[in-house]
């Protein structure tokens, strides 16, 4: 699957995308989702209660 998403990238951006390079950039895009996720359910209350 990794390899035919690369391949798709590769073909629609006529760049060279290698599979190790998205694994890598899936893997970061991930863990800063995550992180994201969990800081707004950390801080999403006190940020609603400073608002209103």
Do not use: C, H, P
Request: no cysteine; charged share 15%.
């Amino acid at each position: 699957m990794m390899a035919a998403l690369a391949k798709a990238i590769s073909r629609a951006t006529r760049t060279n995308v290698d599979v190790e390079t998205l694994k890598i950039l899936v893997i970061f895009s991930g863990v800063g989702l995550l992180v994201s996720l969990v800081a707004a359910m950390i801080y999403g209350q006190a940020f609603d209660a400073a608002l209103f």
